[in-house]
């Protein structure tokens, strides 16, 4: 039995493709240190991570990676030796078997490896004519490899190689559009008849295009909203170009007198948040047309006032100031001013919003329910001074609309059932020392918010809590 390796003819490279589980490849080549086997995943030669076994075996052994290699990497083993001599032998010394077997196994494997690299070298096939210098010349910028004049050794090309290819391939493409041209200027009437119905058919398209965009420049709302400035919340539809900073003009269908208009500061699906800056008319309205528009222009200078009519004629003058109307119920009547429709009869016992008054009988505001959508409760203040809601979630009392300074209201909250809910509060709301309280945490258990509209953004809240 041999003592020695025995390098057999063997090349000292192993390739693997990893398959992402796989953790032991085998080398059929013999090493004698472990540190004479380089390990590559992909182009990296690795330093850790795996574990070599069988240095000193005939057969090779196995590289065992501590993680597996991911799948589709190429895993290159290969014998990697100093190219020296391992042993000298002395004058008249001992000439033992093994050392000289071992020294002939290292060389054989030594020139293994560089027969192994020969074969990923630049080299002539074994039936080339004549001699050759392979040389390869100092490298230059964008230039490729070619053989010189006399095609017996390599120097660089003039020009970079890349910049040639892409001239000849623009002007491959040139050379391809004037034989189009040409094959075009032989159809001209076809081409003609065809651009026409392309056209037409262009030309119809944008028509709806243009259509589609005119549409997305508007819509409409049903919120019920009192006009005012500020922040205001409208329901409308989707796929609109109202994008947070366009400005919108929102006008009542039933008199474009009434409107509001403003700046985008939200605009989410169907929700529309728009922060008011310009208003006309009064009321309250829920039949809104919404546009996008400029902003507001400053207002003009006033006319001149145009030259006076002439003096009328008829049975009414305007010099007798309506003192020879005959019958001033038939004047109502012709006028449609009908008492108790149209105007309202004198009534001294009438309340009137700009004088104080004395009530003898009580006065109230009908108590409004709301409920909460999404987390949140949407007031409207023009609708009463009492409302009632009965907690279902946890929940957000956001900004009411509707607000007018020196409005006092009352919200009963009646907590749930079975499962005390939290309610938080907008931005406008203000507290007794900054704080919001807190809803009773019992089930049922009843609290009385008041608050007062201080001004457009400011309200300060109160609360009475576990009425029983």
């Known amino acids: 039995m041999p003592t020695h390796i025995q390098i057999g003819d063997t090349a000292p ?6 398959n992402g589980t796989q953790t032991v490849f085998p080398y059929p080549f013999a090493i004698f240190l472990v ?11 690795q330093s850790s991570g795996y574990a070599v076994s069988g240095a000193g075996a005939d057969a090779g052994g196995n590289v065992t990676f501590a993680a597996a290699p991911a799948s589709g990497a190429v895993v290159t083993l290969r014998r990697r030796l100093a190219i020296r001599r391992t042993t000298d032998f002395q004058d008249n010394g001992l000439f033992r078997a093994k050392v000289i077997n071992d020294e002939l196994d290292y060389q054989t494997a030594a020139i293994q490896q560089v027969a192994d690299d020969v074969t990923l070298a630049l080299k002539r096939s074994p039936t080339a004519i004549g001699t050759v210098d392979l040389t390869v010349p100092e490298p230059a910028a964008g230039c490729a490899l070619k053989w010189n004049a006399a095609a017996d050794g390599l120097v660089n090309s003039a020009g970079d190689a890349d910049a040639v290819l892409t001239q000849a391939q623009a002007a491959a493409t040139a050379a391809a559009a004037d034989r189009d041209i040409v094959a075009a200027d032989k159809a001209t009437v076809a081409t003609d008849k065809a651009a026409a119905a392309v056209s037409a058919g262009n030309a119809a398209a944008s028509e709806a295009n243009a ?25 409308t539809q989707s796929g609109k170009f109202f994008d947070a900073g366009a400005w919108l003009l929102i006008v009542s269908a039933a008199n474009p007198a009434n409107f509001m208009q403003g700046q ?13 800056t310009e208003t006309g008319g009064s009321g309250t309205h829920a039949d809104w047309t919404i546009r996008v528009s400029g902003t507001r222009g400053a207002t003009g ?24 109307v005959a019958s001033a119920a038939a004047a109502r009547t012709n006028l449609g001013l009908a008492i108790g429709s149209d105007v309202q009869a004198f009534d001294a016992a009438t309340a009137k919003t700009n004088q104080p008054q004395s009530f003898t009988k009580s006065q109230h505001a009908a108590p409004v329910a709301v409920t909460s959508s999404g987390g949140h409760i949407a007031l409207d203040l023009s609708l009463s001074n009492v409302f009632t809601h ?20 009352h919200l009963i909250v009646t907590q749930h059932a079975s499962s005390p809910k939290t309610m938080a509060f907008g931005g406008y709301w203000k507290f007794a020392g900054g704080t919001a309280p807190a809803l009773t945490a019992a089930n049922g258990a009843v609290d009385v918010l008041s608050f007062l509209v201080e001004g457009a953004t400011r309200i300060s809240l109160t609360a009475l809590k576990d009425t029983k």
Do not use: H, K, W
């Open 13 to 18: 490279r192993a390739q693997y493709t990893a």
């Open 35 to 45: 540190s004479d086997l380089e390990v590559y995943l992909a182009d990296a030669l």
């Open 211 to 235: 259509a589609a965009s005119a549409a997305r420049l508007s819509g409409t709302s049903a919120t019920s909203i009192a006009i005012g400035t500020g922040s205001q919340v409208f329901s």
């Open 264 to 276: 985008v500061t939200s605009y989410n699906g169907t929700g529309l948040t728009v922060n008011v």
């Open 301 to 324: 200078a006033t006319g001149a006032q145009g030259p006076q009519g002439p003096a009328g004629t008829g049975d009414l003058l305007s010099t007798n100031n309506l003192s020879d």
């Open 390 to 409: 009965t907690m279902t979630e946890n929940t957000v009392l956001d900004n009411p609309t509707g607000m007018t300074a020196g409005r006092a209201v």
